[in-house]
């Protein structure tokens, strides 16, 4: 395989692993965030300091995890004070926290970033296997998250936090942990990105592809395991397979963002779904 | 009989409104009790300071002899103190087994570490389907409950309340809406629940039924408990009979 299609792939796979993450915690459990971004980042800078300070590659790993996903929890407690469209604007001003906080930091790099951070110790083939295994277990750990316990309540708080606490679910304790859980697994998905690319600039982690993040997971179908990876893939191959695609990035997404709440709410899990049962089908249940 | 549930000189205020005022109350073990006052009586209120969906700005409340008033409604629901929405609330979008299933899965969503842990439903979604049984909703098991008529959604409430394994089970006109035959079927589900050993608290403007099922009749008037009493000779008493008259378009109207 060439250089191109590796370090393709890789992206095709840490865009995967961030997308599925958001539907824990947009999908799942109902939790609108436009500053998801903020956590791929932190996750990214976590992994790369951590790595720079000599830290061995699966350490960084872990470190960038939990570290991601304790600011997940404290951020996610303002998911506990408020809801829906004011959730929204609050993780998104948290995300520019975040580009506004590492901007100024010398020990980050400013706006330059981090650069030279050692390698994985795995060749890009390596490395793209390695994050390709470990996007297949985000995979599969989101289709268990679902089918267990956790997953009903999830459900339960998405469609009605007040009913489900009157039938005994902690609403704030899952919500916290689908914010945990969801921004650890970006942190992940950071930590990669960083030994990925050995640099980290805070550009990468901004608004915009907070945004991009969250279309992915509407365009797939919020709280479709599957919907949301097959999204996450395409979604990250188009713009390369049609080159005039990448010219019209922005263009592409909202027209497939508008088109998909107007015609298919349940984006394409829901059409899917649709074509095989017909109408009335609901990616959620 | 050992007290269940206790209100102790509850009261609250909605800006310069004393929805209730000085509420005392106390639920014994089996006891099917009938709540009836006219419009803004503070019934609903009184029920939602007892779940715990709202703070009292004084008094207390009690589950079993033990202070719960600090405890919010999802810590009482687990205590045994469930509850029906005056406005059915299901989870819209999932069928009628599925919504009862959450409610029947109460011990394995006790915390977020048991929920992860575990994934079979098969207990729970045999109590479920108990349930739905019991409340003559079998038949729309699988049906998603945005296709449900009201009167089955009034039962689907019931059955998710049912399914907390509850001590004592606070209704909140579970047959407003409902036409005659539903509801003297559902007051019917009511009564037998009661029978095998439920704790009911019926808030109702049905008088007709809450007269043939209770076996105790508590009338709010203006956030206070004005007659505590055997049903037949309670709303006979000159206070009650003053309440409803003065009210009776109110009462007409619900």
């Given at each position: 395989?060439?250089?191109?299609?590796?370090?393709?792939?890789?992206i095709?796979?840490?865009?995967?692993?961030?997308?599925l993450?958001?539907?824990i915690?947009?999908?799942f459990?109902?939790?609108?965030?436009?500053?998801?971004?903020?956590?791929?980042?932190?996750?990214?800078?976590?992994?790369?300091?951590?790595?720079?300070?000599?830290?061995?590659?699966?350490?960084a790993?872990?470190?960038?995890?939990?570290?991601?996903?304790?600011?997940?929890?404290?951020?996610?407690?303002?998911?506990l004070?408020?809801?829906?469209?004011?959730?929204?604007?609050?993780t998104?001003?948290?995300?520019?926290?975040?580009?506004g906080?590492v901007?100024k930091?010398?020990?980050?790099g400013?706006?330059?970033?981090?650069?030279?951070?050692?390698?994985?110790?795995?060749s890009?083939?390596?490395?793209?296997?390695?994050i390709?295994?470990?996007?297949?277990?985000?995979?599969?750990?989101?289709?268990?998250?679902?089918?267990s316990?956790?997953?009903?309540?999830?459900?339960?708080?998405?469609?009605?936090?007040?009913?489900a606490?009157?039938?005994?679910?902690?609403?704030?304790?899952f919500?916290?942990?689908?914010?945990?859980?969801?921004?650890?697994?970006?942190?992940?998905?950071?930590a990669?990105?960083?030994?990925?690319?050995?640099s980290?600039?805070?550009?990468?982690?901004?608004?915009?592809?907070?945004?991009?993040?969250?279309?992915?997971?509407?365009?797939?179908?919020?709280?479709?395991?599957?919907?949301?990876?097959?999204?996450?893939?395409?979604?990250?191959?188009?713009?390369?397979?049609?080159?005039?695609?990448?010219?019209?990035?922005?263009?592409?997404?909202g027209?497939?963002?508008?088109?998909?709440?107007l015609?298919?709410?349940?984006?394409?899990?829901?059409?899917?779904?649709?074509?095989?049962?017909?109408?009335?089908?609901?990616?959620?249940? | 009989?050992?007290?269940v549930?206790?209100?102790?000189?509850?009261a609250?205020?909605?800006?310069?409104?004393?929805?209730?005022?000085?509420?005392?109350?106390?639920?014994?073990?089996?006891?099917?009790?009938?709540?009836?006052g006219?419009?803004?009586?503070?019934?609903?209120?009184?029920?939602?300071?007892?779940?715990?969906?709202?703070?009292?700005?004084s008094?207390?409340?009690?589950?079993?002899?033990?202070?719960?008033?600090?405890l919010?409604?999802?810590?009482?629901?687990?205590?045994?103190?469930?509850?029906t929405h005056?406005?059915v609330?299901?989870?819209?979008?999932?069928?009628?087994?599925?919504?009862?299933?959450?409610?029947?899965?109460?011990?394995?969503?006790?915390?977020?570490?048991s929920?992860?842990?575990?994934?079979?439903?098969?207990?729970?979604?045999?109590?479920?389907?108990?349930?739905?049984?019991?409340?003559?909703?079998?038949?729309?098991?699988?049906?998603?409950?945005?296709r449900?008529?009201?009167?089955?959604?009034?039962?689907?409430?019931?059955?998710?309340?049912?399914?907390?394994?509850?001590?004592?089970?606070?209704?909140?006109?579970?047959?407003?809406?409902?036409?005659?035959?539903?509801?003297?079927?559902?007051?019917?589900?009511?009564?037998?629940?009661n029978?095998?050993?439920?704790?009911?608290?019926?808030?109702?403007?049905?008088?007709?039924?809450?007269?043939?099922?209770?076996?105790?009749?508590?009338?709010?008037?203006?956030?206070?408990?004005?007659?505590?009493?055997e049903?037949?000779?309670?709303?006979?008493?000159?206070?009650?009979?003053?309440?409803?008259?003065?009210?009776?378009?109110?009462?007409?109207?619900?």
């Amino acid at each position: 395989m060439n250089t191109y299609l590796v370090s393709l792939f890789t992206i095709v796979a840490i865009n995967t692993i961030l997308a599925l993450s958001l539907n824990i915690i947009t999908g799942f459990c109902g939790q609108v965030s436009l500053g998801h971004a903020a956590f791929y980042g932190i996750g990214a800078y976590a992994g790369a300091v951590l790595a720079i300070n000599g830290a061995p590659f699966p350490l960084a790993l872990a470190g960038a995890f939990l570290i991601t996903g304790v600011f997940g929890v404290v951020v996610g407690l303002a998911s506990l004070r408020v809801r829906h469209d004011f959730l929204a604007v609050v993780t998104m001003g948290v995300g520019f926290l975040f580009l506004g906080f590492v901007r100024k930091q010398r020990w980050l790099g400013g706006e330059l970033g981090l650069t030279g951070l050692p390698e994985s110790g795995l060749s890009a083939l390596g490395n793209l296997i390695f994050i390709s295994i470990a996007a297949l277990l985000v995979f599969c750990f989101c289709l268990y998250l679902k089918r267990s316990w956790m997953g009903v309540a999830f459900d339960a708080i998405a469609r009605d936090q007040d009913a489900a606490a009157t039938l005994g679910i902690d609403v704030a304790r899952f919500k916290l942990s689908a914010f945990g859980i969801g921004t650890a697994i970006a942190g992940f998905a950071g930590a990669f990105y960083a030994y990925f690319s050995r640099s980290v600039l805070p550009d990468t982690f901004g608004l915009l592809v907070s945004v991009m993040i969250l279309a992915t997971v509407v365009i797939g179908g919020m709280g479709s395991v599957v919907g949301v990876a097959v999204a996450a893939v395409l979604l990250t191959l188009m713009p390369e397979w049609f080159r005039f695609v990448n010219d019209y990035r922005l263009l592409v997404f909202g027209g497939l963002l508008v088109a998909v709440m107007l015609f298919s709410p349940g984006g394409l899990t829901g059409l899917s779904l649709r074509m095989v049962r017909g109408r009335g089908a609901n990616p959620r249940v | 009989m050992s007290e269940v549930l206790r209100a102790e000189s509850l009261a609250i205020n909605f800006g310069g409104v004393r929805a209730v005022d000085g509420l005392s109350l106390t639920i014994g073990e089996g006891e099917l009790v009938g709540l009836i006052g006219p419009n803004g009586a503070g019934k609903t209120t009184a029920l939602r300071l007892l779940t715990g969906s709202l703070s009292p700005n004084s008094g207390r409340v009690f589950v079993a002899g033990a202070d719960v008033t600090a405890l919010p409604v999802h810590q009482r629901a687990r205590l045994g103190v469930a509850s029906t929405h005056q406005i059915v609330r299901p989870f819209h979008g999932l069928t009628s087994l599925q919504n009862v299933l959450v409610a029947a899965g109460h011990a394995r969503t006790r915390s977020v570490f048991s929920a992860l842990g575990s994934k079979s439903r098969v207990t729970e979604h045999k109590r479920a389907k108990e349930l739905l049984n019991l409340v003559g909703l079998a038949s729309v098991a699988d049906l998603n409950v945005d296709r449900l008529p009201l009167g089955q959604l009034k039962r689907l409430e019931v059955a998710r309340a049912l399914a907390l394994d509850p001590k004592a089970i606070l209704l909140d006109e579970p047959l407003a809406g409902l036409n005659t035959d539903e509801a003297e079927a559902l007051s019917e589900t009511i009564l037998s629940l009661n029978r095998a050993g439920l704790t009911v608290i019926l808030i109702e403007h049905n008088l007709s039924e809450v007269l043939r099922i209770s076996r105790r009749l508590v009338v709010m008037v203006g956030g206070r408990v004005v007659a505590d009493g055997e049903p037949a000779a309670t709303v006979l008493e000159p206070v009650v009979q003053d309440a409803y008259v003065g009210t009776e378009s109110d009462h007409a109207a619900a």
